[in-house]
């Protein structure tokens, strides 16, 4: 797929790896719609990058991807303002770590709505879209913790590896449309979500292959790479210095 011109929305763009996925497909072109849940200030700053250095249409939008209804107004308002979504990268994350044996129920239930759930919310709404265009791109953000599993992760494990059967059931579903659906499994990267680890950064470093810890760029431009392929689909390409192989 051509990005120039094309309409991409990012869940979680406002910062981290969502931000760097955004700023990438701005760069190559695309009109870029990113999603936020609290973080506006950084979620419009991200915008007005894009906009000043890119010249493409770029908007901030809040919304819980977890909320069904609020996904399914967002993906009307997106419409409206930009027309036809042809990408859409399901980004959006949280973690809420602890061993299983202890966790809320509270915890449990958070991690699978904003990861899996929210990512079930945004397909569902923004693919008919793609469908009517007979075009599209779909990635979801997975991790190699739901490749290897994570003691203390139960929940988030679960959550990204219910993402890739997400990924390989709607690249079955969608494929006869033209309509793509892959999935990315970061290692560790560098962002507010691993900054508690950093000062273990030298123990994740010596545990991984190449050495150190990802940058969100790493990810973009997988991100960049899969949505520019056209024969390849229901995929989880692992971006994490080797950690999972
Ligand atoms: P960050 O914590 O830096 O950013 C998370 C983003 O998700 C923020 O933009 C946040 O918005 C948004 N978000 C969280 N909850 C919701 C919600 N309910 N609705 C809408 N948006 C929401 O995370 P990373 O950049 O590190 O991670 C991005 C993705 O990559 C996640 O899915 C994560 O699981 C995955 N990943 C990360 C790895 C890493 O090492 N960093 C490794 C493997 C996978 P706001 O700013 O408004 O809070």
């Given amino acids: 797929m051509e990005l120039k011109d094309k309409i991409a929305v990012v869940t979680g763009g406002s910062r981290g790896i969502g931000a760097a996925i955004t700023r990438k497909l701005a760069s190559l072109g695309a009109n870029v719609a990113v999603i936020y849940a609290a973080g506006q200030e950084a979620a419009e700053a991200v915008c007005q990058d894009c906009r000043e250095q890119y010249s493409v249409k770029a908007a901030a939008y809040g919304c819980d991807v977890a909320d069904f209804a609020a996904v399914k107004q967002l993906a009307a308002d997106i419409k409206k303002e930009f027309g036809t979504v042809h990408i859409l990268v399901n980004n959006a994350g949280v973690t809420r770590d602890g061993l299983a044996m202890v966790m ?19 397909i569902r709404h923004f693919s008919p879209m793609m469908l009517r265009s007979r075009e599209g791109r779909i990635i979801n953000i997975s991790s190699v913790s739901g490749l290897m599993g994570n003691p203390g992760q139960a929940n988030y494990a679960a959550s990204k590896a219910g993402l890739i059967g997400l990924t390989k059931s709607i690249a079955k579903e969608l494929a006869s449309k033209n309509v793509t659906c892959n999935a990315i499994a970061p290692g560790f990267i560098e962002t507010a979500m691993t900054k508690d680890v950093s000062d273990k950064e030298a123990a994740i470093a010596a545990a991984i292959p190449l050495g150190r810890m990802g940058r969100p760029e790493e990810v973009a431009d997988a991100a960049a790479f899969l949505i520019a392929s056209d024969y390849i689909t229901g995929t989880v390409l692992r971006v994490d210095g080797g950690i999972a192989m």
Wanted: hydrophobic share 40%; charged share 20%.
């Fill in 104 to 122: 809320s129920e509270a915890s449990y239930d958070a991690v699978l709505d904003t990861n899996l759930k929210g990512a079930f919310n945004m």
